[in-house]
């Protein structure tokens, strides 16, 4: 089993930064892939950027392309979401997610889930 700890949600104004922290605890992650995902009131929980564990490649949502990435620290068994120039749009409940798998856009590709940590973006 696999727990996900996300850390580093805060209020920060727009065009700041923030970055945010997914450790796996239970047994050594040794899965296909992690990614993290964002679900705004009232909206679906959409995609954000996943990362292959082993490989370390990398895909985002068009949204965040080019402001936000997604590192790893295997050692730590931690996954990064550095987030910058950030709009008031990418307010929301960050979550991580992990998969021993497969990986994609969905949440039905997997399997264990952090709690959330919440990211708001002020005007």
């Known amino acids: 089993q696999v727990q996900l700890v996300e850390s580093g949600g805060d209020v920060v104004q727009a065009g700041g930064s923030l970055r945010l922290s997914c450790a796996a605890s239970g047994r050594t992650f040794s899965g296909y892939g992690m990614a993290w995902f964002r679900q705004a009131p009232g909206k679906e929980r959409d995609f954000v950027a996943v990362m292959l564990w082993g490989s370390g490649t990398t895909y985002y949502a068009d949204s965040v392309k080019g402001r936000f990435t997604i590192s790893r620290d295997k050692a730590k068994n931690t996954v990064y979401l550095q987030m910058n120039s950030l709009k008031p749009e990418d307010t929301a409940v960050y979550y991580c997610?992990?998969?021993?798998?497969?990986?994609?856009?969905?949440?039905?590709?997997?399997?264990?889930w952090g709690q959330g940590t919440q990211v708001t973006v002020s005007s």
């Open positions: 997610a992990a998969s021993d798998t497969r990986i994609g856009i969905t949440t039905t590709n997997y399997l264990y």
